[in-house]
Every structure is written in C-alpha cells, then in structure tokens.
C-alpha cells in the first residue's frame, strides 16, 4: 500500500510555470515507477508523464514533450513535475500515481494508486 498527496497546483499566466509535487508514504518509493495523468472538465484522464520500472527512462505525452519534466528524490520519496510554457489547454486536475512492473506506462488502469489531484488553471 502507498498514500500519495499531490501539491503545488494554483492558477498561472499562460507561459508560466508551476511544479507538482507528489510525495509518497507507505511501501518503499523504489518498489514504484511514477506518472502524472491530467483531467480537464468533461474529458477523459489524460496520460502526461511518466518513468519506466527502474527510473531510467522517462516518456512525455506529444502535448507536454519539451515544455513538462519530471524528477525524482529519493530522500524525500517525491516525484516532481516541472511545468513550464503553461497554456489554456493544459488547465485541468493533475494527478500523481503509481504501478508496479507493469508494461503500460500511460493507461491509468495499469496504475495502483492514485493521489488526491491538484488543480491546474492557466489564463490566458
């Protein structure tokens, strides 16, 4: 069992940016590989950002790919998502989870758990 709680959502100017946190309590951080999904009103869970089983490779949606990075400290057990050249489009409810070995490293259902969310709003 792992807990997490996602922070550092709020509102933002299009072309800011922000960074998410998302600290992990419970079972060893290491036994996890991390993604972020996103969910805007009336749309589906989107797939963001996520690192493969060991950590060594990480994989960005095309909508985020060389605006968004994620991080990890291990002393702190919290993954980071570093996001940057905001816009409209990416309002939405952010959300950290986590999943075993699993080889789907962008559909939510390979994930076993699931922050709480942190909102996302950019003006324009």
């Known amino acids: 069992q792992v807990q997490l709680v996602e922070s550092g959502g709020g509102l933002v100017q299009a072309g800011g940016s922000l960074r998410l946190s998302c600290v992990a309590s419970g079972r060893t951080f290491d036994n996890y590989a991390m993604g972020w999904f996103r969910q805007a009103p009336g749309k589906e869970r989107e797939f963001v950002a996520a690192r493969s089983w060991r950590g060594s490779v990480t994989y960005y949606a095309d909508s985020v790919k060389g605006r968004f990075t994620i991080s990890r400290d291990n002393s702190k057990s919290t993954e980071y998502l570093q996001m940057n050249s905001l816009t409209p489009e990416d309002t939405a409810v952010y959300y950290c989870?986590?999943?075993?070995?699993?080889?789907?490293?962008?559909?939510?259902?390979?994930?076993?758990?699931w922050g709480q969310g942190t909102q996302v709003t950019v003006s324009s």
């Open positions: 989870a986590a999943r075993g070995p699993a080889t789907s490293y962008n559909t939510p259902a390979a994930y076993n758990y």
